[in-house]
């Protein structure tokens, strides 16, 4: 029963492109919204994050933007640089059960030169 | 000055023995986690724990404990092994009880045979 899906196990953008990896989730009590970024053989480092009463948080190339209704959020990055090229993890926080974050599968992105 | 970090990097092990791994961080964070990547790629959270409460996924072995000899650490102590325990171990640590960003060890390769 996974709360956080991220349909594209993969994504392949040209550099200078504008990526956009999408999330969705099924619990209603999820309050806080975050994307990390990881390198093989290295664990995952934080990207940017939204609290549910915000649409969009914007950090240098990396917006997040959030669909409450569509219990959707997607990560756009632009532009694109082959240094993005890893696997991005969505992941979520209910406030009644601590600060345990609950992941997405992950999508890979591939940033071509 | 590693933020997280985890020892050993890879762990491998007969079925039925008993192993720990180690979790450090040198952050000053309160609260500290582990979670498991299996073979699919899913990272799925075991345990959190700050010097007040621990909190137990539900789907987690009781063959899995937590131990905290104090703030810095949380060592994760596997009993019976199993092949399917054969995973990615990460630790994480927080400030804080809220939706704080999370720091992430490097992870532990653990291969049971």
């Known amino acids: 029963d996974q709360q956080v899906k991220q349909n594209s196990p993969s994504l392949s953008v040209q550099e200078g492109r504008i990526s956009i990896l999408n999330c969705d989730y099924t619990n209603s009590m999820f309050d806080y919204f975050l994307w990390y970024k990881k390198y093989p053989a290295e664990g995952p480092t934080f990207l940017i994050s939204?609290?549910?009463?915000?649409d969009k948080n914007e950090d240098g190339r990396f917006t997040v933007f959030l669909n409450k209704s569509a219990k959707h959020l997607s990560l756009h990055i632009v532009p694109s640089q082959p240094g993005d090229s890893a696997v991005y993890f969505c992941?979520?926080?209910?406030?009644?059960?601590?600060?345990?974050?609950?992941f997405g599968g992950g999508t890979r992105l591939m940033v071509k030169p | 000055d590693t933020a997280v970090s985890q020892t050993p990097k890879y762990l491998v092990t007969q079925m039925g023995n008993d192993k720990s791994i180690k979790c450090e961080q040198n952050l000053g964070h309160d609260t500290m986690y582990w979670y498991k990547q299996d073979s699919k790629k899913f990272l799925k959270i075991m345990f959190s724990y700050n010097n007040k409460e621990l909190i137990i996924n539900e789907t987690v072995p009781n063959r899995f404990s937590p131990k905290s000899p104090d703030k810095a650490h949380l060592n994760l102590h596997i009993n019976s092994l199993e092949l399917g325990d054969s995973a990615v171990y990460f630790c994480?640590?927080?400030?804080?009880?809220?939706?704080?960003?999370?720091?992430f060890g490097p992870g532990t390769r653990l291969t049971v045979l």
């Open positions: 994480a640590s927080s400030q804080g009880e809220g939706f704080g960003e999370q720091f």
């Open positions: 939204i609290s549910s009463i915000k």
């Open positions: 992941a979520a926080i209910s406030n009644n059960a601590g600060n345990m974050l609950t």
